[in-house]
């Protein structure tokens, strides 16, 4: 490629670049890109970045990683394009460089200012970051340190901390939707599994889970979906099953210690929590966290009302359950749960009342559709900003979707499935948050109604 460059062969250049694009991995990616930046073949330099930024997690545990200069780590971790599961990442790749070679410790405030800090969870500020003996002893670090803290304790001055730190980053990665359990067109529960494929713009079949489950809830970790109870059609479960889509396997874990179907479930750092339901008798407050490191479930805090068909996401360092109903009442209501008091605490509701809803994060912000509201099949979409503290209402879906399924990929929300009062649909909108605008995608093929969702990223 060299030489091929040197005497202007462009197409054996290509060829060559080509070539090595094709084996880009997390430990020679940085080296690739260097390479291709020094012969100025600005495709493969492009590839390569896109690449890096894609797999930041792992390419941050290679060597080339370890022992970049830096100023080039500098802006590797300056990047907004980076996807990482959470802002801990970022964290863990900035001290794994500084502490692999001595001197390093200097370089310390520089990098920790390109970290997202306030992002991080109070509970790892606290464990991790703050227990850190090179942010301890270093002035410019404690002050990042206490920006972050007095984002998390004093929501009301969050419009006075503005800047890039406090914004997500804003990974447009592709990632296959993988759709789980739900109804057939007779009514009954499924153990089916299909996933839309962006490349292919079609959705294709994935092994079964295990066992039949409708109103299910479903989480991703680490490259893997966790699916959660539901309902089999008699009863409510308990039981946990994980596809690892690299295997193409199901295998099953720690069940929960309760029953729930019409249950929310989320992933924040390395934990996954699950919330609410119904277990057959009544609408459940409680909730429960399951670590897959140990395959062990312990009990938190309850909510302060007891939800089923809600919806619970992760939104900075925080979980969030909206909606629901307890049987009597369908609720517009929001609390979050701070993880290291431990403790719910009422946040601002929505402008509707809506249980059987969908919920997703885009761009930091927190999305509402469809749902329910004890009169009405909604197609009505609301956007919560945490740093204003308010809700807006966006563009509303073509249809009207309650038992709507909402995730989040390729800068984009994708709403799937539902129901509209009359029947139990198919179809599939997309949302473009710059345009303001839903279009229909590729419908499902084997799945109609209320589903579980989630998106597990291209390799």
């Not at 100025?40 to 060597?63: D, G, Q, R």
């Not at 405030?109 to 992002?119: G, H, S």
């Not at 893997?224 to 309902?231: I, M, Q, V």
Request: with cysteine; aromatic share 8%.
């Amino acid at each position: 490629m060299i030489g091929a460059s040197f005497l202007q062969l462009n197409k054996v250049r290509d060829a060559c670049a080509t070539f090595l694009l094709k084996r880009l991995h997390p430990q020679n990616a940085l080296g690739i890109r260097q390479f291709a930046d020094t012969l100025a073949c600005t495709s493969l330099v492009e590839s390569a970045t896109k690449y890096i930024e894609h797999c930041f997690p792992e390419v941050s545990l290679s060597e080339e990683y370890l022992h970049l200069p830096l100023n080039e780590v500098q802006s590797l971790l300056t990047r907004n394009e980076l996807c990482v599961e959470s802002e801990e990442q970022v964290f863990e790749a900035c001290m794994r460089w500084v502490k692999h070679a001595e001197g390093r410790a200097a370089d310390l405030p520089v990098l920790l200012a390109q970290i997202r800090l306030p992002l991080l969870s109070p509970l790892y500020l606290t464990d991790r970051v703050a227990t850190e003996e090179l942010i301890r002893t270093s002035h410019q670090c404690r002050d990042l340190l206490d920006e972050a803290r007095v984002f998390h304790l004093i929501p009301e001055r969050r419009h006075l901390l503005q800047s890039f730190r406090t914004k997500p980053r804003t990974c447009e990665a592709q990632g296959y939707i993988y759709v789980v359990g739900g109804l057939n067109r007779h009514g009954d529960s499924l153990s089916t599994v299909e996933f839309y494929d962006p490349h292919a713009g079609e959705w294709q079949l994935a092994p079964p889970m295990s066992m039949l489950r409708s109103r299910l809830g479903v989480a991703v970790l680490r490259g893997k979906l966790y699916a959660f109870g539901g309902y089999n059609g008699k009863d409510r479960l308990a039981s946990v099953e994980v596809y690892d889509a690299v295997r193409e396997e199901w295998s099953t874990v720690s069940p929960m210690q309760c029953k729930r179907s019409a249950l929310g479930a989320t992933s924040l750092g390395d934990l996954i929590y699950v919330c609410g339901g119904y277990d057959g008798v009544t609408s459940l407050n409680s909730v429960e966290r399951y670590n897959p490191q140990t395959n062990l479930w312990n009990s938190l805090a309850p909510m302060n009302k007891s939800r089923s068909a809600g919806a619970v996401i992760a939104c900075q360092g925080y979980v969030y359950a909206l909606g629901g109903h307890d049987g009597l009442s369908i609720f517009d209501s929001v609390e979050r749960y701070d993880v290291a008091a431990d403790v719910w605490v009422e946040a601002v509701p929505m402008q509707t009342k809506r249980c059987r809803l969908g919920v997703a994060i885009l761009g930091g912000k927190l999305y509402a559709c469809g749902g329910y509201d004890g009169s009405c099949f909604l197609h009505t979409v609301e956007m919560f900003d945490p740093n204003t503290n308010k809700w807006t209402y966006v563009a509303s879906m073509n249809a009207q979707r309650s038992r709507v399924a909402l995730t989040a990929n390729m800068g984009k929300l994708w709403a799937v499935g539902g129901y509209d009062g009359i029947s139990n649909l198919v179809s599939v909108e997309v949302y473009d948050p710059c345009l303001d605008k839903w279009t229909y995608a590729a419908p499902m093929m084997a799945h109609e109604g209320g589903v579980g969702v989630g998106v597990i990223s291209l390799p």
